[in-house]
C-alpha cells in the first residue's frame, strides 16, 4: 500500500479517497507475507479520474489496462472542480513556475528560495549561508570552521545490524524483514538490539543482540552471546557473530 497527495487549484481538495486498514498486524487480510499490504483503493482509481480530466477518456483503457478489474474506478467530477482549459493560453504568465529540478542554462538573475536538486556545476562566489543538503562529490579543500556539533553514537561502520536469522514468534527472520515494518516490529523484543540501524537505536550499538541467533552454516540449536563468550577467539570470528555480541567480541 501507499498514499498519494493531490495538489492544484481545480482540485475538489479536503477529500480522503480510501479507507485506512483497522488493523496492521499479520492477522490482518490485507497483510501478507513480507509486510506488503494490499491496498484498500487501487492504482487506477485514482489515475482514471486523472486521465478523464486531461480528456482521454477514448483512451482509457489504453493507459489503464487492467482498470476493468476493478468495479471502483473515480471519475474526473470527482476528483477537481472544472474541467481544464481546451486551449493554451495565448501569453505566458508574469511568475515563474516552481521547478524541482535546475535549469539547462543559468539564470541572469538569483532565485529567491534555494532550489531543492544541487546545480551542476559549482558557483563561482560562496554562497552566504549553509546548504540544508550535502554536496553530491567532496570538495577539493577543507571547511572555513568546524562543524557545531559532534555525534556521541557511533558511526555506520562501527555500528551495523546483525546479519544472521532470528526467532521471532517461532519463525527465523533477519533485520531485511524487520525493514519492511519498523514502526511495529522494532518494538518487539530485542529486535532494537539485534537491528540496531534499521530501528534507529544506536545506543543499541555496543550491546549484544538479546535474541538467540542462527549461525550462517544455518545448524541448530539457535545460539546466545552466552555462548560466545565461553570460546571468544574462535566464536567471535564466525561471519556475522562479531556485529550481533558487540559488547562480547569487544
Known amino acids: 500500500g501507499a498514499n498519494y497527495f493531490m495538489a492544484g487549484g481545480a482540485l475538489d481538495g479536503g477529500k480522503i479517497l480510501g479507507k485506512y486498514p483497522a488493523d496492521l498486524t499479520e492477522d490482518s487480510p490485507l497483510v501478507i507475507e513480507g509486510g506488503i499490504i494490499i491496498p484498500t483503493l487501487s492504482w487506477e482509481s485514482i489515475w482514471n479520474g486523472i486521465g478523464e480530466w486531461f480528456g482521454v477518456e477514448g483512451n482509457l483503457d489504453q493507459i489503464l489496462p487492467n482498470r476493468r478489474n476493478f468495479n471502483s474506478l473515480h471519475q474526473g467530477k470527482d476528483l477537481f472542480l472544472q474541467e481544464p482549459s481546451p486551449t493554451p493560453s495565448n501569453s505566458p504568465t508574469s511568475l515563474p513556475s516552481s521547478t524541482l529540478m535546475p535549469s539547462a542554462r543559468p539564470s541572469t538573475q538569483p532565485s529567491i528560495p534555494p532550489t531543492i536538486v544541487p546545480s551542476l556545476s559549482p558557483t563561482i562566489a560562496a554562497s552566504t549561508g549553509p546548504s540544508t543538503q550535502p554536496s553530491i562529490t567532496p570538495t577539493s579543500a577543507a571547511s ?107
Not at 531485511?176 to 540501524?197: A, L
Not at 538467540?212 to 539457535?222: E, V
Request: charged share 25%; net charge positive.
Open 144 to 250: 572555513i570552521v568546524p562543524s557545531v556539533k559532534t555525534t556521541n553514537a557511533p558511526s555506520d561502520t562501527q555500528c551495523l545490524d546483525s546479519p544472521l536469522n532470528v526467532e521471532i514468534s517461532d519463525i527465523l527472520r533477519n533485520c531485511n524483514w524487520v525493514k519492511q515494518m519498523t514502526n511495529w516490529r522494532c518494538q518487539k523484543y530485542g529486535i532494537k538490539s539485534h537491528c540496531p540501524i534499521t530501528c534507529n537505536s544506536l545506543e543499541e550499538c555496543t550491546n549484544d543482540t538479546l535474541k538467540r541467533f542462527q549461525l550462517p552454516d544455518n545448524s541448530f540449536p539457535l545460539r546466545t552471546c552466552r555462548w560466545v563468550s565461553e570460546k571468544l577467539h574462535e566464536r567471535c570470528t564466525l561471519p556475522g557473530v562479531r556485529h550481533s555480541c558487540r559488547e562480547t567480541c569487544g
